[in-house]
């Protein structure tokens, strides 16, 4: 059974960081392309950064370049997003999600992911 499981969010300065965490189970996190997604009130769900299947690039949204870095820890199973600088922009809900043998084209799209963790609620405000 595949399950995605977030955690890190919470309420932050402007300015500040939040690692946020995927925990996977019931798949090879290798063979599968995992995805950041957040989705702000009123607004659709967007790709923030992805890591295709096997790793070999990683996406990420011109709004997170350079202030939020993906990493993957296979022996864990987990997935990481390290946000610094945050920005009241950057609040919304944060998923990971799960998609076997996506490698380039359209990772960024959510509607290509099969499997999706719960959520996890990113504030960004003083």
């Known amino acids: 059974q595949v399950q995605l499981v977030e955690s890190g969010g919470g309420l932050v300065q402007p300015g500040g960081s939040l690692r946020l965490s995927c925990a996977t189970s019931?798949?090879?996190?290798?063979?599968?392309?995992i995805g950041w997604f957040r989705q702000a009130p009123g607004k659709e769900r967007e790709a923030v950064s992805v890591?295709?299947?096997?790793?070999?690039?990683?996406y990420y949204a011109d709004s997170v370049k350079g202030r939020f870095t993906f990493s993957r820890d296979l022996a864990k199973n987990t997935a990481y997003l390290q946000m610094n600088t945050l920005k009241p922009e950057d609040t919304g809900i944060y998923y990971c999600?799960?998609?076997?043998?996506?490698?380039?084209?359209?990772?960024?799209?959510?509607?290509?992911?099969?499997?999706w963790g719960q959520g996890t609620q990113v504030a960004v405000s003083s």
């Open positions: 999600a799960a998609k076997e043998g996506l490698y380039d084209d359209y990772m960024d799209d959510p509607r290509l992911y099969d499997y």
């Open positions: 019931g798949f090879t996190l290798d063979y599968y392309a």
């Open positions: 890591i295709n299947s096997y790793g070999s690039r990683t």
